[in-house]
């Protein structure tokens, strides 16, 4: 393995299997994963997760004193996990780690945090269907998909949003929730760089009324509630929008083809696959080709691989999740541990639909590399390399990281006392934590 294809496995991809091919042109091996399907498995349905909720909602309580004992909530409080566990299982596998990625990177963009039963019900259903499908297409209709999933309707309180002078909103006296239009504002589009106001974001949040969803299996999803809608024209951006739903669509459409929102995205997609830092240069690069292209994500993720900074030495450090899955590709486990990672990345600090914050987890490695989550981590490579009795450490280590592999590391884990130290020795070098 030469040092672009280790370059390839590590800083575009999720780590290399030890059975992986190496590939020959390791451009080519990228470019090929974009301009290829996802070969995600499918899962349950929106649809499905929130009939979950309507069967929770109207079970027959008599029945069962305690609720907790009845097979809807049972059925309900296990999808979380078994999703978890899907979308683990799928980049642990996945012979495109490069797309899969991609699939991470914007997921946490658009962070939804399984606090409520829709975002919880249908989380994994919010990735296949808001993100999946659009990661090498347009972002404007990624950004779209997402404003109108019911996880993330559900995760920022959209669906209690009400026009106050819509026919709902006179009649009940209820108002408007602004998480909705200030997230997107601020951390999913044009951030504050833009200028916009908080009159913008109280307008937005008028303009986005109405849109909420049904749990009815009959009519479950995403659908527009006209009696909730702030009527009149609104002004955002010293744009005028029309009255009704088209009027938040249009808005979407204008904010994912701002230049602000463009540079946003360069310097996120920058950060994220080359530096913690990104040099200017860079970012621009990534900014004119979505400005050019009118925010086509296929054209700016071909545009990384060309970037020379992204065959630089590796320095940035894996999260959590990424060094858990990197582990698991590289040595594997027996299916019984693996249905415990869940657990082991809430451990670490970085749980599975779990960020604290709409903004995301964080991605410097300043935000990781505390002595205690170190610790956290070598404690983890000791626990895994006391599981896997049938590997030498050495082999392993050649395999995974080839160029990468400093030979003093590769000396201390040929010199270990046991397999299980070598392997930990391993698991726990600076060179297979860096990505």
């Known amino acids: 393995m030469d040092t672009n294809a280790a370059i390839a496995f590590s800083r575009f991809g999720l780590g290399r299997r030890r ?44 029945a069962f004193p305690d609720p907790r004992q009845s097979p809807q909530v049972q059925a309900f409080n296990h999808v979380h996990h078994d999703e978890s566990a899907a979308l683990l299982g799928q980049a642990v596998t996945t ?90 504002l601020e951390l999913h589009t044009v951030t504050p760089a833009s ?4 009159t913008d974001v109280t307008n937005f949040a008028k303009i ?16 527009f509630q006209e009696r909730a809608h702030e009527p009149g024209e609104q002004v955002v951006l010293g744009q005028t929008w029309p009255d009704g739903e088209q009027g938040g669509v249009m808005l979407l459409q204008y904010l994912a083809d701002h230049p602000a929102t463009h540079h946003h995205l360069a310097e996120k997609l920058v950060r994220h696959f080359v530096a913690d830092d ?10 004119a080709v979505l400005y050019k292209t009118h925010g086509d994500l296929h054209a700016a993720s071909l545009a990384l691989i060309d970037l ?38 809430k451990n670490l600090g970085q749980p599975l639909f779990g960020a604290p914050f709409p903004i995301g987890w964080p991605d410097r490695a300043a935000d990781w590399a505390g002595p205690e989550s170190i610790i956290q981590r070598v404690d983890f490579a000791y626990d895994f390399a006391g599981r896997v009795t049938d590997q030498e450490p050495a082999t392993v280590a050649e395999q995974i990281l080839g160029p990468l592999l400093e030979a003093d590391t590769l000396g201390q884990i040929h010199g270990a006392g046991s397999r299980r130290d070598g392997l930990t020795l391993l698991l726990a070098c600076p060179e297979f934590q860096r990505r």
């Open 308 to 345: 020379p900074s992204a065959w630089q030495p590796l320095t940035k450090l894996r999260t959590p999740q990424e060094y858990v899955i990197a582990v698991l590709r590289a040595v594997g486990a027996n299916p019984a541990y693996e249905t415990q990672m869940p657990a082991v990345l």
């Open 19 to 62: 059975d992986e091919p190496v590939p020959a042109d390791p451009h080519a091996w990228l470019r090929a994963q974009v301009n290829g399907p996802d070969t995600a498995p499918a899962g349950p349905t929106t649809a499905q997760g929130l009939a979950m909720i309507y069967d929770v909602i109207h079970m027959d309580r008599a």
């Open 278 to 287: 990104p040099a200017p240069a860079d970012v621009a690069h990534i900014q």
């Open 95 to 184: 012979p495109d780690g490069y797309r899969e990625r991609l699939v991470w990177f914007w997921a946490n963009h658009f962070t939804i945090a399984a606090v409520s039963r829709p975002s919880a019900a249908c989380c994994g259903a919010y990735i296949r269907e808001a993100i999946r499908p659009y990661v090498t297409g347009r972002f404007s209709d990624m950004l779209l998909a997402v404003m109108r999933h019911p996880a993330m309707l559900a995760y920022l309180n959209q669906n209690t949003s009400v026009g106050p002078n819509s026919l709902v909103g006179e009649r009940k006296s209820r108002g408007l929730n602004e998480n909705l239009a200030r997230e997107c």
């Open 208 to 223: 986005l009324t109405g849109w909420t969803f049904r749990v009815d299996p009959e009519n479950a999803g995403f659908f």
């Open 195 to 198: 200028g916009y106001t908080q």
